[in-house]
């Protein structure tokens, strides 16, 4: 069964915790991307990463931490830097075809206590 | 400026009709268009990909592109309660497969 995973489904967080969010695919995509969605508004890029080992800053990484060191996982950890966690956070992957099209995950929501 | 903007909703129509979402970009060197579709808690799923200008059909749906005036559109026709949904316009405009997304039109069809 093909797809991309998040869990958890639902994470409640005290002020001052660092937590992380796991996403894992098996769809053998080199790329992935967290993206964070606010009530009423689009999605921000977070992070990405395009290859195993290497990831960069996407327009709203601060307070956020990523690692890449499998092709199939790209944890998000959300700390204590991150001023308003409160938000639904989306793991997407991309074959890096030619079609170029980016499939997401069913997301975490997060809410901070 | 944005670099994507979409038409500003909540967009009502009654069933059976056509719902029409317009959708525009500010990078003259975008390459791809995506339309997602996002049900109220759930995450976006992608429903139409255009690359090309001129309309694609797939289903009840049409994309149309247009990169001259920067503007690509999606035509819902035969408008259905279960199209009531939040649609996202995405455009890719580099070479590092990165997406730019709209704020998202949500779309209310009437029984």
């Known amino acids: 069964d093909g797809g991309i995973t998040q869990s958890p489904k639902y994470l409640f967080r005290k002020e001052g915790q660092n937590v992380t969010l796991s996403c894992e695919q098996n769809?053998?995509?080199?790329?992935m991307y967290w993206y964070r969605q606010d009530p009423g508004q689009g999605l921000r890029l977070i992070y990405y990463?395009?290859?195993?080992?290497?990831?960069q800053k996407g327009d709203i990484a601060e307070g956020y931490s990523v690692s890449r060191e499998k092709k199939e996982s790209f944890p998000l950890t959300v700390t204590s830097a991150q001023k308003n966690p409160t938000a639904f956070y989306l793991c997407?992957?991309?074959?890096?075809?030619?079609?170029?099209?980016?499939?997401f995950g069913p997301g975490t929501r997060l809410t901070v206590l | 400026q944005k670099e994507v903007e979409q038409n500003s909703g909540p967009l009502s129509v009654p069933e059976g009709a056509i719902a029409s979402l317009n959708c525009t970009y500010s990078?003259?060197?975008?390459?791809?268009f995506f339309w997602y579709r996002q049900y109220s808690g759930k995450s976006p799923e992608l429903i139409m990909s255009?690359?090309?200008?001129g309309d694609k059909e797939d289903g009840r749906f049409t994309a149309q592109l247009n990169k001259a005036s920067q503007y690509v559109s999606l035509l819902i026709r035969d408008s259905q309660p279960s199209d009531s949904a939040t649609y996202l316009c995405?455009?890719?405009?580099?070479?590092?497969?990165?997406?730019?997304f709209g704020a998202g039109t949500t779309v209310t069809v009437r029984a």
């Open positions: 255009i690359y090309s200008n």
């Open positions: 990078d003259r060197v975008s390459q791809s």
């Open positions: 995405a455009v890719n405009s580099g070479n590092d497969y990165k997406l730019s």
């Open positions: 769809l053998n995509h080199d790329a």
């Open positions: 990463s395009q290859i195993v080992n290497d990831f």
């Open positions: 997407a992957t991309n074959g890096r075809g030619p079609s170029n099209e980016q499939f």
